[in-house]
């Protein structure tokens, strides 16, 4: 187990993938690594479920920063392709923390929300000693609709094409900039290009946009270990080869200088908001065309080549040379050393 992050794939099968409580019939899609939601299916009735922690900001005031958290949420369903639909939420919030900026945190998801159709149907909210930010809860979110239009995480097939909105490090880039600004030796107008993709690291809004486009046959948020990670995890989850080029992935303004800064790799790095899909090749310009019109950069990466081995895991090729999951992102020990010279 990483010391900072999300667990990887082998603390997963040792410690909590053979402890899941009882098998229902009515589970479609149970606990899986690298994939973003399970799925209820009640008499064809498709329920996406995903919980993540709620991460509040106050670095980025506590209006924008109630907006990050939610999106982050609501991510993961999402890509179901299924419009996110409900929302418990909980807080364990320091004791510090004031009753007016609750409000104006409040008020921004309230308002996040109803603008997505999403309805805040329970919670608990509580100041308990020992809590602190970022980390103040967490909260789960659900996507009902027919399970004929799920986009399933098992979903890439033979000849689609592979089509990734955003880029690298989009999330990272935004993120450290705008928290770690006096750490970072870069002129005035790459900083606020960097700062900038902080607005980028969501993506509810383009994948309904890319679902609806249609011929979209598996999606992924490219969250923890970045788009090298996203794409080994969605081969493995449909147990197929990705035969991808970096040449045609967009690269956001800032991304590249931010990273060589810090000294991470752009590709391995969290980068919510950034999509990687598996398209029907006879739907591909559809949804391009979907998403550029809504100012979603997006590049058609490569293809799903064929299947996997006999072992069923996936296989990558970006460039001519394979690559394994990177297993651990390198934005938590930058983030940590960006703090620690921060607070000297």
């Known amino acids: 187990m990483a010391e900072l992050g999300k667990v990887d794939h082998d603390f997963f099968d040792q410690y909590v993938f053979p402890r899941l409580g009882r098998d229902r019939d009515d589970v479609a899609i149970g606990p899986t690594h690298g994939v973003d939601f399970g799925l209820i299916d009640l008499n064809g009735t498709a329920v996406a479920i995903a919980t993540d922690p709620v991460s509040v900001i106050p670095d980025l005031g506590f209006e924008r920063a109630g907006r990050f958290?939610?999106?982050?949420?609501?991510?993961?369903?999402?890509?179901?392709?299924l419009a996110p639909s409900h929302l418990a939420i909980s807080f364990t919030l320091p004791p510090g923390f004031a009753d007016e900026d609750f409000a104006t945190l409040w008020g921004a998801i309230h308002d996040e929300a109803d603008d997505l159709?999403?309805?805040?149907?329970?919670?608990?909210?509580?100041?308990?000693?020992?809590?602190?930010?970022?980390?103040?809860?967490?909260?789960?979110?659900?996507?009902?609709?027919?399970?004929?239009?799920?986009?399933?995480?098992?979903?890439?097939?033979?000849?689609?094409?592979?089509?990734?909105?955003?880029?690298?490090?989009?999330?990272t880039t935004g993120l450290l900039t705008t928290l770690f600004p006096d750490q970072f030796d870069l002129d005035a107008d790459t900083l606020a290009a960097a700062q900038a993709r902080l607005d980028e690291a969501a993506c509810v809004r383009e994948a309904m946009t890319?679902?609806?486009?249609?011929?979209?046959?598996?999606?992924?948020?490219?969250?923890?270990?970045?788009?090298f990670g996203a794409f080994v995890e969605l081969a493995n989850g449909a147990g197929v080869r990705l035969d991808l080029h970096t040449g045609p992935i967009p690269i956001r303004p800032g991304v590249t200088q931010t990273c060589e800064a810090l000294g991470i790799d752009p590709w391995t790095s969290t980068t919510g908001g950034t999509l990687v899909l598996a398209v029907d090749p006879d739907r591909t310009s559809a949804v391009v065309d979907a998403l550029e019109a809504e100012g979603?950069?997006?590049?058609?990466?490569?293809?799903?080549?064929?299947p996997a081995e006999a072992t069923?895991?996936?296989?990558?090729?970006?460039?001519?040379?394979?690559?394994?999951?990177?297993?651990?992102?390198?934005?938590w020990a930058a983030y940590e050393e960006l703090a620690r010279a921060s607070d000297e």
Not at 69 to 81: C, I, K, T
Not at 210 to 227: F, Q, R, S, Y
Not at 296 to 306: E, F, K, L, R, Y
């Open 69 to 81: 958290a939610l999106d982050f949420v609501l991510a993961d369903v999402a890509v179901s392709g």
């Open 117 to 171: 159709g999403v309805s805040i149907v329970t919670g608990h909210t509580a100041r308990y000693a020992g809590c602190s930010f970022p980390w103040v809860g967490g909260a789960t979110a659900l996507a009902v609709g027919s399970r004929d239009e799920v986009i399933r995480p098992d979903g890439a097939q033979v000849g689609d094409d592979v089509l990734v909105t955003k880029g690298p490090a989009v999330e």
């Open 210 to 227: 890319a679902a609806a486009a249609g011929g979209v046959h598996a999606m992924h948020d490219a969250t923890e270990c970045g788009l």
């Open 296 to 306: 979603v950069p997006v590049g058609v990466a490569g293809t799903v080549a064929s």
């Open 312 to 331: 069923g895991a996936g296989t990558v090729i970006v460039d001519g040379d394979p690559i394994e999951h990177p297993a651990v992102d390198p934005s």
